[in-house]
T-cell receptor, first 112, second 110 residues
């Protein structure tokens, strides 16, 4: 199993650009989520999904969109990037109600 | 979900036990205590979780006080590779909103 994979590893955007961060898992996990981590801070939940076709907002959802058309994939879209979205983004998945989350390696995003 | 309080940093000598405390005085009866760690800039890694009984696995032990208002994560023989930020999280099992906080930065010294 590859586990949770994220692409790209690094990305630089200009203010106003849009992009999609990709996340995929091959463990048949129902639950997937996106976090952001700013320097010196803990992780903050952006959006999560409890299954294909079902998504919900976390602590900091503004400026981000998600969709979940398959069990495996959970992309995160930045509609119009802002410097405040410079952060490291982690995707995670879990099988059974959140007892053990498996995290991807992260995407380091810089918005100029 | 209840909030947690952890010391910002701790040191531990290599080979000794590392005891990481966490206060969660407002924990409710159906909330579990979870521990994760984050090594350098990697994604967090699950360590252990428990409700009210002490738990042990191959990585660590979790000791929860009888009133459940605090807990301690024990790494029995810390190694340099255990240097990381350790997060204590309180969450209702079956829900999905983890609140991570800023954790404890553990430094294992040679």
């Amino acid at each position: 199993n590859a586990g949770v994979t994220q692409t790209p590893k690094f990305q630089v955007l200009k203010t106003g650009q849009s992009m999609t961060l990709q996340c995929a898992q091959d463990m048949n996990h129902e639950y997937m989520s996106w976090y952001r981590q700013d320097p010196g801070m803990g992780l903050r939940l952006i959006h999560y999904s409890v299954g294909a076709g079902i998504t919900d907002q976390g602590e900091v959802p503004n400026g981000y969109n998600v969709s979940r058309s398959t069990t495996e994939d959970f992309p995160l879209r930045l509609l119009s990037a802002a410097p405040s979205q410079t952060s490291v983004y982690f995707c995670a998945s879990t099988k059974d109600g959140g007892n053990e989350q498996f995290f991807g390696p992260g995407t380091r995003l810089t918005v100029l | 979900d209840a909030k947690t309080t952890q010391p910002p940093s701790m040191d531990c000598a290599e080979g000794r036990a590392a005891n990481l405390p966490c206060n969660h005085s407002t924990i409710s009866g159906n909330e579990y205590v979870y521990w994760y760690r984050q090594i350098h800039s990697q994604g967090p890694q699950y360590i252990i979780h428990g409700l009210k009984n002490n738990e042990t696995n191959e990585m660590a032990s979790l000791i929860i006080t009888e009133d459940r208002k605090s807990s301690t994560l024990i790494l029995p023989h810390a190694t340099l590779r255990d240097t990381a930020v350790y997060y204590c999280i309180v969450k209702t099992s079956g829900t999905y909103k983890y609140i991570f906080g800023t954790g404890t930065r553990l430094k294992v010294l040679a």
